[in-house]
Nanobody, 123 residues
Framework: QVTLVEFGGGLVQAGGSLRLSCGASGLSFSNYIMGWFRQAPGTEREFVAAINYNGGATDYRDSVKGRFTISRDNAKNSVALQMNNLKPEDTAVYYC????????????????WGRGTQVTVSS
């Protein structure tokens, strides 16, 4: 059984930082592309960032480029999202996800999902 568990959400003031972590079990972690998604109330879930198998390639949505950094540690079966200069519009539930299809479309084909962690940015 595949399990993804997110940690590190919370309340932060605008301009502050948070680091989200996600631990994975039940899958061959290094064979999966890992991503972070988010969903704000009343909106569709949206892609945030993705990282390829060995961390050599990353992809970000435009609104977080230069502020967020995704990384992974295959030895620890974990993926992280460092979020700096947070803005109120970053407020959402953040989800960790994994897909084994490939890097052709790093923003799609995710089959494994965590339960999410709340990030709230106050103005």
């Amino acid at each position: 059984q595949v399990t993804l568990v997110e940690f590190g959400g919370g309340l932060v003031q605008a301009g502050g930082s948070l680091r989200l972590s996600c631990g994975a079990s039940g899958l061959s972690f290094s064979n999966y592309i890992m991503g972070w998604f988010r969903q704000a109330p009343g909106t569709e879930r949206e892609f945030v960032a993705a990282i390829n198998y060995n961390g050599g390639a990353t992809d970000y949505r435009d609104s977080v480029k230069g502020r967020f950094t995704i990384s992974r540690d295959n030895a620890k079966n974990s993926v992280a999202l460092q979020m700096n200069n947070l803005k109120p519009e970053d407020t959402a539930v953040y989800y960790c996800a994994g897909q084994g299809v490939g890097w052709t479309n790093p923003r799609a084909n995710y089959v494994y999902w965590g339960r999410g962690t709340q990030v709230t940015v106050s103005s």
